[in-house]
């Protein structure tokens, strides 16, 4: 059996030890391990190739994806589908497994449905906001890289009278910035999905200015597109020079972390077990176990941020 | 209510946090910190002090202990630990929170039963071996120091032909050498807790040699005391230089990962929670949840390593 | 002797390890060391510590600076300057060894001609921007960490066709970002003192795209004030999606590197070498050498890059 | 004309870095670039392959070298020279240029005398032992992976008291261990090239135990082989437990600083500028420049440890 395995949507660390486990898990289980460079462009254009142990050597501890990743509109047409179907029956390819968001996966399930190519989808982004799943390839790292920036800035920050503004990644879902603010300690967290109290906010920053504070930590989620905003918030409400990190790709380039080449690991182990006989599914992790599920189930579903932290982080949003 | 804090055997990464934690927790539940330094030993010496924000405030990076910690033998003599009672109740301490191991339990649990102290254990070790919890502050932090060595290693390992030794932590538990060869990907795992078979390793390195591999990393618990002699085994029986890497106290020094603080604050925030109505009890952390158990459970039940890991590992092991 | 050290002006990496060699340094040479908080500000406010081992304990490896610095309104009325004076008096104060830039020079050049309290100023800026002088406390730090932000996007970077901006620190001096640039074999470098050439740059980008090239990375100074504009111009000129990363104040926060240690400890060690005999001077490291120079010979030259340096980038400049 | 490089004895951070400038240069100056893998071995086996931009692509941060490197004992035999030298003609190399220590020097320097093929030396040892040279490529690197591994330490060894014993890389040469112990505040500081005495050391640390010092770290170099002695010697004569870290080949895979990615390139760039015109020299680094040498020069004078950081250290030796 030949399967390969493509990623797509935004790159994210963690998927070059999921190519790497790939290639192992393949040849134990006797399947022939191929690539697809730059994702469903790259179906679409018959950049297919077979693949080896030495392909993998040495990519375990790279962040991003040594098989490229791109965004297609090409494949909204169903010719461009069709086309991307022959250059898989070309190169014999029975099967595909594909790292991304849920937008890669209803991809291929309207490409399972046209074409039948059987195939496993594994939640691989950064903002770690696909439904009933608990954990995406790629987040315990940039939670890492944001947590090592913002204790570098910690550091200078207490040598100065001065509030940082932090912007981290994620468009729709603040996840990393709530994470990330609730383990760093940060004093104020603003992110998309709930809506925060500026007023509160500078009513508690001036009493705690009274009492000694001297410097402010503030992290904000990418999507809300404010941090300049904050930044000046704190120059005229809080009066308090300000500064702004925006940490960008940084955060998807960061050496996977040993919980993210575990939990890669497991991902890639039960999508590979589980494509013969139960294709067409999305491996996903919930209370602490890989599940496989279908893909309508994750669409009808909407995903909610974590009760508790969100609970943690109400103080830092002013609610 | 004053609720006083110590750290007690071997320390870890994610202590310093959870003591930051303990302080503002503490302060919101309207009870006053203490810390006492030194642990038991300071116990007895009546190192005692109340606590502050300002004691913790940039300590949540930081590895290690800032309250010290200690082995204590004169704990074991009675008059020593009536001692260390007088200075709690000279002090006024009503309540103890120890981060340890299962030995400090036990020191604190024949306290309570001596002189009625209410206390919560929190597991505290980079052996992660306390029976029914999944894990013990400064494992994830261990895990990554040692990722990082191994990934600096294969990076001049595949320059040269020669096997590497890298001894990690852990006396009588494997579980970081275990997980870490299995997290990056080693040739060799050797741990305390299973029988290996350099034979059988020896027939795969040979074959593997000839299909062109180039080196070798193992990955061997200190427990075993056999880094060196692994080394000239793969000098006289597979005919590869070799050398020793001893990482040492760098594993309980890293700065605390995401995980670490995360599961820091839920471990004491369990604890301080349930220390007036359920004390004398040990928080463990088990199938994602924060659970509280008796000693005695605890004692009674024997530690073991996570089968499916072990199962990845047989090959590392020659079994 | 009383010798008091300030931190004046930005903070860099590297002042903590000259903080703690100051004491160090005083003990060995019969001087008492004193702090002065939060720069000017607090030499005026009469924030004046005496200073001991303990308090410079394990801050070698701490970015930012304890004694805190600042920017001083007050300092340019001689009103304030007087109050400073007889703070200095009150706590009998010898002697200064101010930590900054040339501005912080001034304030103590005024000072001495006025009350003839004697100095030493020793360069202690991320900007390198000090005339006669090659090297500044910070600058090692700040590439570094530059670095290290630089290869952590260069792994995601190739894993798909887009253009990175990092923004790096430097108001009027772009030194970081041209070291930096030729360091990390970046695409593009521009700075405030050079004229760039978009147009020539954007034939070449074409070029290159034609023969293969897949990503770029641009580094900017943040002097310029273009970051933005310049990911606008690779979306629209080049067709190439684009990211800005701004690393902000993490460049001030590192972990002091080898050479910063060693070079602040022969800074901290000239200065105090010299303070009696020959005072009101600035240590100045020039052809591998650390000399003294009059503040006016300073003032009076002109700051200039490295003319190796400019050339090495004037192809990334597109000129 | 048509230039290989190869890489020789031990490997160090900075060897792919210094391969990436030099086919990047090679192009510039209209030469062919080639590699020859695996040392002088691989070019007695004829492991030579023209080189290209691809090849070098991504590089730039891993420690190692991706060409390989050996120590070739049939180089002593001048058969194996003399297949080694036919290999050369039939791939039409007309000049090499060596990445290693003196002792691959003095082999191509043979070579050149028997067979007339131009070569440049570049030196590169973490060992920083070549004489009328300041600069090694790798060494700023392994300073400061082993002044990350002491911070690590520090942070626990002031959780307990203990000795700690950390051993660096050097074998007949400790200018590793000298510079990282006065670096990094070491209180041991122990070398093949000084006559350290235990004795002094021991009245000194006894004298500090009772002004309240609570951890010792020692540094010792690999040559002596005497870590586990002082480990032992601390527990007995100074009554501290100790602990061994061995910090191996970690010190050669670090990714490389910034100064080492500069002055690698300036090493490559000296080098090919003068290979035509001045070949069989060695590029030494003095006295902030990059100097030619002939190799009898450098064979004829003596390694000598700088006298400064000798005076430095003295304390730390007993002495």
């Not at 503004?165 to 729709?172: A, D, L, N, P, S």
């Not at 504070?213 to 905003?229: D, H, M, P, Q, T």
């Not at 380039?253 to 077990?273: M, Q, Y």
């Amino acid at each position: 059996m030949n399967i390969a395995i493509l990623t797509s949507g935004g790159d994210s660390s963690g998927m070059n030890p999921a190519i790497k486990k790939f290639v192992e898990c393949c040849y134990e289980k006797n399947y022939t391990p191929y690539f697809i460079y730059d994702g469903l462009e790259g179906m679409i254009d018959g950049k297919i190739k077979k693949a080896s142990y030495k392909d993998v050597a040495g990519i375990i501890y790279r962040g991003g994806t040594i098989i490229r990743s791109s965004r297609s509109k090409r494949w909204y047409e169903k010719k461009y589908r069709k086309i991307a179907y022959e250059n898989l029956k070309n190169n014999k390819i029975d099967a595909l497994i594909i790292l991304g968001g849920d937008g890669s996966f209803r991809a291929l399930d309207v490409f399972y449905d046209e074409f039948k190519i059987p195939f496993m989808g594994i939640p691989a982004t950064i903002d770690n906001d696909i439904p009933l799943n608990e954990y995406t390839i790629g987040v315990d790292t940039a939670l890492n890289v944001i947590r090592e920036a913002v204790d570098d800035i910690r550091d200078t920050a207490s040598s100065f009278s001065r509030a940082f503004v932090i912007e981290t990644m994620g468009r729709e879902c603040g996840y990393l910035a709530l994470t990330s603010a609730v383990a760093n300690g940060a004093e104020m967290c603003l992110i998309p999905e709930v809506k925060y109290n500026l007023d509160n906010l500078k009513k508690r920053y001036l009493d705690e200015i009274k009492n000694g504070r001297s410097y402010f930590l503030a992290i904000v989620a990418e999507g809300l597109n404010i941090s300049y905003k904050i930044k000046e918030w704190f120059e005229k409400e809080i009066g308090f020079e300000s500064r702004v990190t925006i940490l960008g790709h940084i955060q998807r380039g960061g050496s996977p972390t040993v919980i993210e080449r575990l939990r890669t690991a497991e991902f890639v182990k039960t999508a590979l077990d589980n494509i013969e006989k139960n294709p067409d599914k999305i491996v996903t992790y919930y209370d602490d176990k890989f599940v496989l599920r279908d893909l309508k189930d994750i669409v009808n579903s909407k995903y909610e941020l974590d009760e508790n932290m969100l609970a943690l982080a109400k103080k830092l949003m002013g609610i």
